[in-house]
């Protein structure tokens, strides 16, 4: 059975940092483009950043660039996201996703897995 699994929310305080894991099962990553979506109450998921299967390029939105960084590790199958000044209108459940072939969108309809999701709250 093909799996994502998300790990390493949690609640921080403002200008804190988390690292979140994407581990992959019954499946390599290697072959597929990675995303990383969020979702805040009452809001529509959005897309935030991919890793690209190929050569590992990435794409950030605006929102995020210069505070997030993803990373792929393929000897442990895992994918990484590296938050770093974070702020309370980042507080969402954080979703990974695995879309086969090279990408550097995070279009939702693109990718085909997707993990179960883990919160991440940043407040005082």
């Known amino acids: 059975q093909l799996q994502l699994v998300e790990s390493g929310g949690g609640l921080v305080q403002p200008g804190g940092s988390l690292r979140l894991s994407c581990a992959g099962s019954?499946?390599?990553?290697?072959?597929?483009?990675i995303a990383w979506f969020r979702q805040a109450p009452g809001k529509e998921r959005e897309g935030i950043v991919c890793?690209?299967?190929?050569?590992?390029?990435?794409y950030y939105v605006d929102s995020v660039k210069g505070r997030f960084t993803v990373s792929r590790d393929n000897a442990k199958n895992t994918v990484y996201l590296q938050m770093n000044s974070l702020k309370p209108s980042d507080t969402a459940v954080y979703y990974c996703?695995?879309?086969?072939?090279?990408?550097?969108?995070?279009?939702?309809?693109?990718?085909?897995?997707w993990g179960q999701g883990t919160q991440v709250t940043v407040s005082s």
């Open positions: 996703a695995a879309g086969f072939g090279d990408s550097s969108t995070v279009v939702r309809a693109q990718y085909d897995y």
């Open positions: 019954g499946f390599s990553l290697n072959y597929y483009t």
């Open positions: 890793i690209n299967s190929g050569d590992s390029s990435t």
